[in-house]
């Protein structure tokens, strides 16, 4: 069977006082292969957990994930993940972060060096190669993480947040150079934001989670990332259906939150 | 017991009053210093660079920059005040300094015969150390009242004792009427009576420091000298410094060997954490000082006791940086780093090692500071050769100005260690502080 399928996962927490804290209840899905999927939802429903469950950081307290017919059981090369930040490698200059998998696996220099030369270019940092991370911005350090990524060729590849600490226009160029690859490369991607934009321009299906416990609460089939390939997304913003959804969903996750507030205050 | 709390809490509250008067000199050397420096450099001095352009500085800790300039007014206050208080060649004599040379006094004594009669002591008063000629008594008057003279080291007394056993009695100093228990001055000294009639003679002591205590700079750089060509008691200056640096480096280099393998050890296996955690947690408060009575008894004065004793004080300090280093990798990216296809092996070498170097050399830092400090002492107890041994012998035989060069080469080399590794760290961690 190809592509992601989850497969009812639970993720309760049991927290110290004795309580628990139900994460994720009886998530179902099947994410296709070369599938671009964004993840909205209210601070604390679960996100990070499912992808950390999807990364094979976390076994899930119940169901199971497979990935091209074999079961996760830890992390693997097959399914790469882009942080937020802070997960760049200081020691090493940009080629050698962004090559490091391959070297893990003991690939010869040469075709390292090829690779990571291309994907210099892909990100747009050709004459960056020799720096050190320190010496990037915060943009430029998400380029080189997403690099890092595609370098080592997953089949899915996992993002948190990945641009939730750049700036506007740097967070806008990201959002076209992740359209372009995913075109490009027609990997598996899974995305996770806080924008609601960002999950319409980037997701060709979107799910809205909800918190206790976390769920799919309801799922969009989006034309936007096709129309944004290679396109100005802000043209795209000002498709017809573009602000209605956004308003929409907006409301939607408006009305959780202030339920979780209302629940809180009469806790 | 309660008695003994009183006295020191007194001795405490004098101690505070020295420290505030000699605090007080310093800042007010200071404050000259900032006074004329402000006259020269108004209008010549212009600031240049991003901090010049802050408003704000009082507050703002990067503004404060450090003054080169008083820095190098500092260390010249401080020979300065240390060459006027021992009397140095090299400064101003402000303060005066023992009398040297001959004083005299005359005396008027009475003898048993109720007879009064007059005579002349003179003194030829010498530096410490050498063994001048008696000057010739002054001619006498006939009387029963000698004449005496007499040669006494600078900073001594010397007595004089009465001329017959019976009812012969100093009455007069230069003309003052003294009795036994009394002091008199007299131009260049003083004079005490005492109880059975002789006079301690004190010539005036001046205001500067005995060498004993604090030998002028000129001394100790003549020492130096000294020391640089012949040694101390047949071993070199530089062999002892040598000698405290070799043991330092093996201890401390036997302390990296064992220590970060274990912290990481600790770091990353739990059982191995919970193994060693009781001892880390044990040791890692005893000062290695307090050690060496322990290491002595065990080891004895040789060489292994000494490198233990630093392996011991370099060991805690490393095992717990690299502990550190360990907790300090944060998990997106060993997260990251499995995601991408990295074994075990290859997390530890390619990540954890690398990102936990900071922590690593901090702690070597301080582990080479303790380690230097430590063989200085156990030097202090028991070595043959060292640069702690070397002071300590010469404290016996109170050579303080090898004592003070010891100290200060001492000083100079943890302070030229530090540099080093700030240097090494700089070189091999760059990307330090700004991950
Ligand atoms: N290690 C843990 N122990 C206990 N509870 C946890 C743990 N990790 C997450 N949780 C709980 O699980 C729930 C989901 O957390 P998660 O981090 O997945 O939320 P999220 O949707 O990613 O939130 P955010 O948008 O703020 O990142 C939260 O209620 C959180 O408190
Ligand atoms: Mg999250």
């Known amino acids: ?267 | 017991m309660g008695q003994e709390i009183l006295e020191l809490i007194g001795s405490s509250l004098w101690m505070i009053v020295g420290i505030a008067l000699i605090f007080a000199l310093y800042l007010a050397i200071s404050g000259v210093c900032y006074f004329v420096w402000g006259l020269y450099s108004r209008g010549r001095e212009k600031a240049k660079g991003y901090t010049s352009l802050k408003t704000v500085t009082f507050g703002d800790e990067s503004a404060v920059v450090a003054n080169r300039i008083a820095s190098i007014a500092a260390v010249i206050a401080i020979f300065l005040i240390w060459g006027v208080a021992t009397g140095s060649k090299l400064t101003p004599n402000l303060l005066p300094g023992p009398v040297e040379g001959t004083v005299s006094f005359e005396y008027t004594a009475t003898n048993a015969a109720g007879e009064t009669g007059t005579g002349r002591i003179d003194m030829l008063v010498h530096q410490f150390g050498e063994k001048p000629e008696v000057p010739p008594v002054a001619a006498e008057d006939g009387d029963f009242a000698m004449n005496q003279s007499l040669i006494v080291a600078q900073r001594r007394k010397a007595l004089i004792k009465t001329q017959a056993d019976e009812g012969f009695a100093f009455t007069e100093i230069d003309g003052q009427a003294v009795s036994p228990g009394e002091t008199v001055n007299f131009d260049g000294g003083n004079v005490f009576v005492t109880t059975r009639g002789s006079l301690s003679v004190e010539p005036d002591v001046g205001l500067t420091m005995e060498a004993l205590y604090l030998p002028p700079p000129e001394a100790v750089w003549s020492r130096f000298i000294d020391l640089n060509k012949n040694g101390y008691q047949g071993v070199g200056l530089w062999e002892n410094v040598f000698w405290s640096l070799i043991r330092v480096v093996i201890g401390f280099a036997l302390g990296c060997l064992f220590g970060i393998p274990l912290g990481f050890a600790m770091g990353l296996n739990g059982w191995l954490r919970g193994w060693f955690d009781p001892i880390v947690e044990f040791m890692r408060p005893v000062p290695p000082l307090a050690l060496i009575p322990l290491i002595i008894i065990w080891f004895g004065i040789g060489e292994q006791g000494k490198i233990s004793l630093l392996f011991l004080a370099a060991l805690w300090i490393m095992t717990i940086a690299a502990r550190a280093g360990v907790s300090g990798v944060s998990i997106s990216k060993v997260h990251a780093a499995y995601s991408l296809g990295a074994t075990k092996r290859q997390i530890l070498s390619k990540v954890i090692l690398p990102n936990s170097l900071p922590e690593i050399f901090t702690g070597a830092r301080v582990a080479m500071g303790v380690c230097w400090g430590t063989v200085v002492a156990a030097e202090l107890v028991a070595a043959e050769k060292g640069a702690g041994k070397m002071i300590i012998a010469a404290s016996k035989f109170q050579l303080t100005d090898i004592v003070i060069i010891g100290i200060i080469i001492i000083g100079v080399i943890g302070y030229g260690i530090d540099m080093i590794m700030r240097g090494a760290e700089n070189k091999l961690v760059p990307w330090k502080g700004r991950g």
Not at chain 1, 163 to 171: I, Q, Y
């Open chain 1, 1 to 267: 069977m190809s592509g992601l399928t989850i497969n009812d996962v639970s993720m309760t927490f049991e927290l110290p006082n004795g309580g628990s804290v139900e994460a994720l209840k009886n998530i179902n899905l099947n994410i296709k292969e070369g599938e671009l999927l964004s993840v909205l939802g209210p601070s604390g429903c679960g996100k990070t957990t499912l992808l950390n469950i999807l990364a094979g950081f976390l076994a899930p307290t119940g169901g199971e994930i497979d990935l091209n017919g074999d079961k996760v059981v830890g992390p693997h090369p097959a399914r790469g993940m882009v942080f937020q930040q802070g997960a760049l490698f200081e020691w090493m200059s940009v080629e050698e972060n962004i090559g490091f998998g391959p070297s893990m696996k003991g690939t010869p220099k040469a075709e390292i060096a090829a690779s990571v030369e291309e994907l210099l270019g892909i990100v747009g940092l050709q004459d960056f190669g020799q720096k050190m991370i320190y010496e990037l911005s915060g943009g430029m350090q998400q380029r080189v993480a997403l690099a890092r990524c595609l370098c080592n060729d997953p089949d899915v590849i996992l993002m948190d947040e990945p641009l939730g600490a750049l700036d506007a226009l740097t967070r806008e160029k990201m959002q076209s150079l992740v359209l372009d690859i995913w075109k490009k490369t027609g990997k598996t991607i899974i995305l996770i934001t806080h924008s609601v934009e960002e999950a319409l321009l980037l997701g060709e299906r979107l799910l809205v989670m909800a918190p206790r416990p976390g769920r799919v609460h309801k799922e969009y089939r989006l034309p936007f990332a096709e129309l944004g390939v290679g396109a100005d997304l802000r043209e795209v913003k000002r498709h017809k259906d573009f602000g209605p959804t956004r308003d929409e969903i907006l409301n939607m996750i408006w009305d959780m939150e202030e339920e979780i507030m209302g629940r809180t205050e009469t806790a």
